[in-house]
């Protein structure tokens, strides 16, 4: 793929980048990079019981812990997680690996109801001001459950600063699905930050969008997105437009489960945001929203565009579930050329 010029039109922008665009300066050939192949044959999800979908011990414990870039430029994080018996601490207690002083941050708590579900108490805590590269640890919960976590910030924002970005979408919970995330955990040269190209929990699947499913798929990626950031990309699994039900707000789960930082992009919209993370410029677009000439997600990658500069992001990532422009049957939604 060859270099591409920022300014240029929206329309064209999403017809040449698919996927993702890399640097505008060279071209690369990352190669074969694993021998691992997942195999075509579908797998069954994993039942309820499974470890994997274990409910951590003891009254109230903080459940379905997750992290995201909570800013534009990689200096606050996003800590969610959901209490099933009571809404309990809002706070967050977090410290640098180096310092003794403990610092605390408050967040909101909020709940949903989906046809005869209703949501444990999902909490939402952005801790600010963090400081660039350095390891933190931070603690959810109070007394006996209280649950501690740690991660990394990344490097200031730059054209010289190596990162390593995993990539998954369409993870669900099968048995394959364990099997995706323990490979991307034993990869040797150990992702830093995962982005996340949509499709999380396929809850939508079951009979009436059965929400356990959200929970059973928090607890069980909880293991890698509660120690890293991964950043959301909203595909069509996450829709749960169920009028049949009386379901017709779209993305009602996901948007209520997992936060992003879109307006630090003046974004007024979750499912289009911007972020800069080490070398990496991220526009992260929707292509279940509006994306027409003057509807608000075009107009805002118009205006964002030109505000990517190469010389300080060289690397330009854009992240979507499925081209706008396509001809493949399957995402029937999408323009076609």
């Known amino acids: 793929?060859?270099?591409?010029?920022?300014?240029?039109?929206?329309?064209?922008?999403?017809?040449?980048?698919?996927?993702?665009?890399?640097?505008?300066?060279?071209?690369?050939?990352?190669?074969?990079?694993?021998?691992?192949?997942?195999?075509l044959e579908k797998t069954m999800d994993m039942p309820l019981n499974?470890?994997?979908?274990?409910?951590?011990?003891?009254?109230?414990?903080?459940?379905?812990?997750?992290?995201?870039?909570?800013?534009?430029?990689?200096?606050?994080?996003?800590?969610?997680?959901?209490?099933?018996?009571?809404?309990?601490?809002?706070t967050v207690l977090y410290w640098s690996e180096n310092s003794k002083q403990k610092k605390k941050a408050e967040g909101k708590v909020t709940t949903y109801k989906f046809y005869n579900y209703t949501s444990g108490y999902i909490h939402h805590c952005t801790i600010r001001n963090l400081e660039y590269n350095t390891k933190y640890y931070y603690v959810v919960g109070v007394g006996h459950t209280m649950r501690k976590f740690w991660f990394t910030t990344p490097p200031e924002v730059g054209p010289d600063v190596p990162y390593t970005?995993?990539?998954?979408?369409?993870?669900?919970?099968?048995?394959?699905?364990?099997?995706?995330?323990?490979?991307?955990?034993?990869?040797?040269?150990k992702g830093q930050t995962v982005l996340f190209v949509g499709d999380l929990s396929y809850a939508d699947n079951y009979p009436n969008h059965d929400n356990v499913r959200w929970d059973t798929w928090a607890r069980f990626v909880e293991r890698s997105v509660a120690y890293q950031p991964w950043i959301?990309?909203?595909?069509?699994?996450?829709?749960?437009?169920?009028p049949e039900i009386g379901e017709t707000?779209?993305?009602?789960?996901?948007?209520?489960?997992?936060?992003?930082?879109?307006r630090a992009s003046k974004s007024t919209a979750p499912f289009w945001y911007s972020i800069k993370r080490a070398s990496a410029y991220i526009i992260v677009l929707s292509s279940y929203s509006a994306y027409g000439k003057y509807t608000p997600q075009y107009k805002w990658l118009e205006e964002e565009l030109p505000k990517v500069n190469r010389s300080e992001t060289p690397w330009l990532i854009v992240l979507m579930h499925s081209p706008w422009y396509n001809s493949y049957n399957y995402h029937t939604w999408k323009e076609k050329p």
């Open 165 to 189: 970005f995993g990539l998954i979408g369409d993870l669900g919970q099968s048995f394959d699905s364990n099997s995706t995330l323990t490979h991307y955990e034993q990869n040797p040269l």
């Open 249 to 262: 707000k779209p993305f009602k789960p996901y948007t209520h489960r997992y936060h992003v930082p879109y």
């Open 232 to 242: 959301w990309t909203a595909g069509n699994h996450e829709i749960d437009f169920a």
């Open 1 to 39: 793929m060859g270099s591409f010029s920022s300014s240029s039109s929206a329309a064209a922008f999403a017809v040449i980048v698919l996927a993702f665009c890399l640097s505008s300066a060279v071209l690369c050939n990352g190669g074969k990079t694993s021998i691992y192949v997942r195999k």
């Open 50 to 90: 499974s470890d994997v979908f274990r409910v951590p011990s003891g009254y109230n414990a903080p459940q379905q812990v997750h992290i995201t870039q909570g800013d534009h430029v990689g200096k606050a994080v996003i800590v969610s997680w959901v209490t099933e018996d009571e809404p309990g601490s809002n």
